[in-house]
């Protein structure tokens, strides 16, 4: 019976007291009171994308069986290198362009370089265009997979931009 209401006009609100008024007396009576939290949207990457982004990590590490850490890693280089080596984040087109060349010359170090890159990717340089791009693509990588990440009502505008 979860339910989320976004406040934009007055219709929005009459809808919201409508709902609790056709749901309370049924969960009064079921022992189960109704629970109203009233907060701001938050557009800021850090705090929705965020929280989304680590319940999408740990169903994922349930199915393959692993861990989230070692599925941040695993995303972080099939998918969001992909996203920051197109629109040209920081210096990661010109690190990547390194490595890639150590893979070409078949280095010794290639293995050791590319993890260590890998580890420093960070989600953080992620604008919120790009995390919304990221976390859409590990959802739709997933449900490839045999595996539907579940998204709280509460965090589905996080997959918007």
């Known amino acids: 019976m979860a339910a989320v209401f976004e406040i934009k006009s007055h219709y929005e609100i009459t809808k919201t007291i409508g709902y609790l008024n056709t749901h309370h007396s049924n969960a009064i009576a079921d022992g189960k009171p109704l629970v109203v939290r009233i907060d701001q949207k938050q557009d800021d990457r850090t705090v929705a994308q965020n929280r989304l982004y680590w319940k999408f990590l ?7 069986g692993t861990d ?3 599925e941040h890693l695993f995303f972080k280089k099939k998918i969001l290198s992909i996203i920051f080596y197109r629109d040209d984040v920081g210096q990661y ?8 060349t150590l893979k070409n010359e078949k280095h010794p170090m290639y293995e050791q370089v590319a993890s260590g890159l890998n580890e420093l990717i960070s989600t953080t340089d992620a604008s ?8 859409n ?3 739709a990588f ?8 579940s998204t709280p009502d509460d965090l589905m ?3 918007e931009y």
């Open 93 to 100: 087109r010109k690190t990547f362009d390194a490595v890639k």
């Open 68 to 70: 989230k850490d070692s």
């Open 58 to 64: 740990t169903q994922w590490s349930k199915h393959q």
């Open 157 to 159: 505008y996080a997959l």
């Open 128 to 135: 919120v265009e790009q995390f919304t791009e990221y976390l």
């Open 137 to 139: 693509d590990i959802h």
């Open 142 to 149: 997933c449900l490839k997979h045999g595996c539907y990440l």
